[in-house]
T-cell receptor
Framework: EAGVVQSPRYKIIEKKQPVAFWCNPI?????LYWYRQNLGQGPELLIR????????DSQLPKDRFSAERLKGVDSTLKIQPAELGDSAVYLC????????????FGSGTRLTVV | QKEVEQDPGPLSVPEGAIVSLNCTYS??????FMWYRQYSRKGPELLMY????GNKEDGRFTAQVDKSSKYISLFIRDSQPSDSATYLC??????????FGGGTRLMVKP
């Protein structure tokens, strides 16, 4: 079984440019998460989806970040425009409902804004 | 104060040593306690999962949770160079959101 698949693995963009990350969760996992991990720190939640509904987006900087999960499967996270401080690893994870048992993470997208 | 705290390390030990990694938390609502291992340039992978207080053993790994002192430990016996990674403590209440510590970087030297 394929794990959580993310693309691209690496992205370098100039500030003020837009960027998008894609995630394909494990088949059957209805809960999908986007986390951001800064260098030397633990992951921090940006948004959580239950099927296609965003149920927790309180930490998502809505002025520049947006996300969608069409048909309750794949998800896209977008930043427009990117700022230098957005450089980080963006991790996608998925779980069955009741993720207190732990999530499965993808390998992440490493974003560098120059 | 962060909800989940870990010493960032790095912790350097010789191969074969017993490793103790620790984590403290402040939220009394946490009931689920996990340890994730993260290799460089990889996503975190679930290593150990514990519900409420107590011990759990899986091979060379033992997780301990003491809810009375809000203290969590991960022990690694007979440590191997392949155990070199960052270890993330993650806690959750009855809901779906995990709160992570900053991670402890472990280096096991041959």
């Amino acid at each position: 079984e394929a794990g959580v698949v993310q693309s691209p693995r690496y992205k370098i963009i100039e500030k003020k440019q837009p960027v998008a990350f894609w995630c394909n969760p494990i088949s059957g996992h209805n809960t999908l998460y986007w986390y951001r991990q800064n260098l030397g720190q633990g992951p921090e939640l940006l948004i959580r989806y239950e099927n296609e509904e965003a149920v927790d987006d309180s930490q998502l900087p809505k002025d520049r970040f947006s996300a969608e999960r069409l048909k309750g499967v794949d998800s896209t996270l977008k930043i427009q425009p990117a700022e230098l401080g957005d450089s980080a690893v963006y991790l996608c994870a998925s779980s069955y409902e009741g993720g207190g048992y732990g999530y499965t993470f993808g390998s992440g997208t490493r974003l560098t804004v120059v | 104060q962060k909800e989940v705290e870990q010493d960032p390390g790095p912790l350097s030990v010789p191969e074969g040593a017993i490793v103790s990694l620790n984590c403290t938390y402040s939220n009394s609502a946490f009931q689920y306690f996990m340890w994730y291992r993260q290799y460089s340039r990889k996503g975190p992978e679930l290593l150990m999962y514990t519900y409420s207080s107590g011990n759990k053993e899986d091979g060379r790994f033992t997780a301990q949770v003491d809810k009375s002192s809000k203290y969590i430990s991960l022990f690694i016996r007979d440590s191997q160079p392949s155990d070199s990674a960052t270890y993330l403590c993650a806690n959750s209440d009855a809901g779906n959101m995990l709160t992570f510590g900053g991670g402890t970087r472990l280096m096991v030297k041959p």
